[in-house]
């Protein structure tokens, strides 16, 4: 099937390296009865939750461990069945201590059970669908983990009239997007179903990059005869699953400095969302489990892996075989906008895509030298900035200029670091700015 090919303007082309996961089927790893499961309070933008159980108690499989009243969280649910140990601090993937709730897996996988419901059952309407996608926990699972519930409810006034899937998967090495499509496409669709159902003069877009034709096939018979939903290709191109990047390809419009996407009558979301969206509302099933592309030089049995929320990775690492030598680096998510690890004792939480455990080819970065002013990293910014302008900025700490070159529209997607024959640390000066300045509310 002949699909348009769509893009955006600058961008970088990085080698891919899926092709040693690409064909790999999703396993599912279970956790070792005995095994403690930790789980993050904070999995999402927003308020953290507050636990709901104490020490000493028995929790079920789907159970809601954690929730809070603000507007803006998701809940967190329990993905075994075992007892409460403890709730603390524990380190996240990220590098920062949460608090958590400490679960004893007893592995008897007793669960809540979840009210089936018959695959053609009819989707509710939009008050249930929008309590079901809530309760059920679903974030944004392609990047920050924004609560789903409130982005496919926009304020007043915002008329939606594109919904967006994200099968661009341009992040090197990451392929689980891939498998899901080629795995469960007609929960992929019934998914993208589910949303358009709030949104009744929507059109759904499936975005998927050329290089993934198989995807594309599948994904084009997956919607024969659904009139409201189309499949484009994309050009293989990173940032190109960039929420702005994306949808400019998709409609050429633009989202306004400081907007959002509902500002231009769109909504985004990744491929597993719109698959947790259908399982949240047709099954009401929680989210409790994630697939992780696990790679690298360093790993025995690299693939795509559907494991428990609250697993570690360590444990997971083991499950799967361990490593064939010792890693130089190891990588929560993907090369380009991912957190390097110094502790594989953390779990695996909503928003973990991958583990990249790197062989020192792989992972070690050349030196830092002077910026040669060859405007290489503007030429191939999609946010047309100057990060070279901006790097100075951060390091200098002048945040009045920092926020007047617009540093709080960047992308944090590493194109200018790629691309600077200098080696700059330009995507991490600029993204540690940018936390800072966030985090004390600060705006353009």
Request: glycine share 10%; with cysteine.
């Amino acid at each position: 099937m002949t699909v348009p090919v769509l893009s955006f303007p600058n961008g970088i082309h990085p080698p891919g390296e899926k092709d040693r996961t690409s064909k790999m089927e999703i396993k599912k790893i279970s956790p070792k009865p005995g095994s403690i499961m930790v789980f993050p309070v904070s999995q999402h933008i927003g308020a953290p939750c507050e636990p709901l159980v104490e020490a000493g108690e028995r929790v079920l499989i789907g159970q809601k461990i954690g929730d809070s009243p603000k507007p803006v969280s998701a809940p967190i649910h329990s993905s075994v069945s075992g007892t409460v140990k403890e709730i603390k601090d524990a380190l996240t993937p990220k590098g920062n201590l949460c608090k958590s709730v400490f679960i004893e897996n007893d592995g008897l996988e007793e669960g809540i059970k979840p009210r089936d419901q018959a695959p053609d059952s009819a989707i509710p309407a939009r008050e249930e669908t929008l309590r079901r996608i809530r309760e059920a926990g679903v974030v944004g699972l392609g990047g920050a983990g924004f609560p789903t519930h409130i982005k496919l409810n926009p304020p007043p006034g915002k008329k939606i009239d594109t919904i967006i899937v994200n099968a661009a998967e341009c992040e090197p090495y990451l392929t689980t997007d891939h498998r899901v499509m080629l795995e469960d496409s007609d929960r992929l669709v019934t998914g993208l179903e589910v949303i358009l159902s709030l949104f009744p003069e929507a059109q759904g877009i499936i975005g998927i990059e050329t290089n993934k034709p198989d995807a594309i096939e599948k994904m084009s018979s997956a919607i024969k005869g659904k009139s409201r939903i189309k499949v484009v290709g994309l050009v293989p191109k990173y940032p190109q699953g960039s929420e702005k990047q994306l949808m400019y390809a998709c409609t050429k419009r633009e989202v306004p400095s400081g907007g959002l996407p509902a500002d231009i009558g769109c909504l985004v979301d990744n491929v597993d969302t719109v698959v947790a969206i259908a399982r949240a509302v047709m099954l009401e099933r929680p989210l409790i489990r994630r697939i992780v592309t696990l790679t690298g030089g360093c790993i025995a049995r690299a693939g795509n892996y559907e494991v428990r929320l609250g697993m570690k990775i360590s444990e997971l690492i083991d499950a799967i075989g361990g490593f064939s030598e010792e890693p130089y680096k190891i990588i929560s998510g993907g090369p380009m906008m991912g957190t390097s690890m110094y502790d594989l004792d953390v779990p695996i939480i909503k928003t973990s895509s991958a583990i990249l455990c790197f062989t020192e080819k792989e992972g070690k970065l050349p030196p830092e030298r002077p910026c040669l002013r060859c405007g290489k990293c503007v030429d191939h910014c999609p946010m047309h900035l100057m990060p070279l302008e901006l790097n100075y900025h951060a390091i200098n700490h002048d945040e009045d200029q920092f926020i007047k070159n617009s540093g709080l529209d960047c992308l944090e997607c590493g194109s200018c670091s790629f691309t600077c024959p200098a080696k700059r640390h330009l995507a991490q000066s600029i993204r540690a700015m940018r936390k800072d300045l966030m985090s004390r509310g600060k705006r353009a």
